[in-house]
């Protein structure tokens, strides 16, 4: 039987935190803000923007909400990057993927501020986290690494196997196993033998996709077992990554979908904000 990792319980730990030092920050004239911008009207989208904006008025971040219109043009959407780069109560910045096909996505990316790029997804923040000196962390591997730390799950000298090489989720997650000494695999389509290498892992992170694609017999007795996807599956319930029923009994971890990684990646986003809050403060 596994401990099942709730990323509800460990996610209200890290906003709990994030309160109290936003707390402190407010009773010296600082007021942590995000900006979050939204292009057209994608469904998924909305539900994220929400729970973003909600998350931000639950620690006691400023949240300003630019909705902008499905036709909106790529000078239109880098204008007003630019204006909240200039902001001097804006901290952090978010654009939410996916963009309408017509916008230039790196583009937009790459026009955030650095200093504001709460994602970690601008160039620059993501060649500081390949050197290990870094502000800010891709905000899903950092909520799967605080989801390891809370249960002082030791990493160093594990064998960690990561399915899935994104520029969001993916990379960014091996290069945090690997700060931390893991010996680390990344898996992708073209993986061959891939039962074989996740069954050496004694940490396996699921971030492909598909829906109960991690089955029991890719899974070593005792692993710890990280899943990232958020899916439906046939009957259009949420599952993760991993085949929880089978995978479970076998592992000595185990994170849940939903539930899981997915309330921490905003427990991140939170902590990147007053982070940022702090730098453009000369606080830290
Ligand atoms: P991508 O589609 O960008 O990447 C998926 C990766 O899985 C690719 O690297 C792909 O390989 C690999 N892959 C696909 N099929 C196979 C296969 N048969 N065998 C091995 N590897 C395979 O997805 P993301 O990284 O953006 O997201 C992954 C999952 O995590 C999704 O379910 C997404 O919804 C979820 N997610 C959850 C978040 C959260 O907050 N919990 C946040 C972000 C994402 P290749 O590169 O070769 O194509």
């Known amino acids: ?4 990792i709730s990323g509800k319980e460990v996610s209200a730990k890290v906003r709990e935190q994030v309160k109290t030092e936003c707390d402190e920050l407010k009773s010296k004239g600082i007021n942590p803000g995000l900006a ?3 292009v057209g009207d ?5 539900v994220y923007v929400n729970n973003k904006k909600k998350a931000c008025a639950d620690v006691g971040f400023v949240s300003e909400e630019y909705a902008l219109p499905a036709e909106t043009t790529q ?3 880098l204008a007003l990057v630019e204006e909240l780069n ?4 804006i901290n952090g910045i978010l654009c939410q993927l996916p963009l309408p096909g017509h916008l230039d996505e790196t583009a937009v990316i790459n026009a955030i501020s ?4 709460v994602d970690a997804f601008h160039p620059s923040n993501v060649g500081k986290i390949m050197i290990g000196d870094y502000d800010f962390l891709p905000c899903t591997p950092a909520g799967v690494m605080e989801m390891i730390h809370n249960e002082g799950i030791e990493v160093n000298g594990k064998n960690c196997v990561v399915i899935g090489r994104s520029n969001i989720v993916g990379k960014p997650m091996a290069m945090l196993l690997l700060h931390e000494n893991g010996t680390v695999t990344i898996c992708h389509s073209r993986t061959k033998n891939l039962k074989e290498i996740c069954a050496r892992a004694d940490i396996l992170v699921a971030a492909v996709g ?3 694609f991690v089955t029991a017999d890719m899974v070593k007795e005792g692993a710890v077992v990280l899943d990232v996807g958020i899916n439906r599956d046939e009957n259009g319930k949420l599952c993760g990554d991993v085949d929880f029923e089978s995978v479970e009994p076998k592992a000595s971890y185990i994170t849940p979908v939903p539930g899981g990684v997915g309330p921490m990646t905003i427990a991140m986003l939170m902590k990147n904000t007053l982070k940022a809050a702090k730098i453009q403060n000369g606080i830290i």
């Open 42 to 46: 994608d469904p998924a989208s909305r």
């Open 75 to 77: 000078e239109q959407l």
């Open 86 to 89: 200039n902001k001097p109560d």
């Open 210 to 212: 598909k829906p109960k």
């Open 1 to 4: 039987m596994a401990k099942i």
């Open 114 to 117: 650095p200093l504001k790029d």
């Open 36 to 38: 979050v911008i939204i």
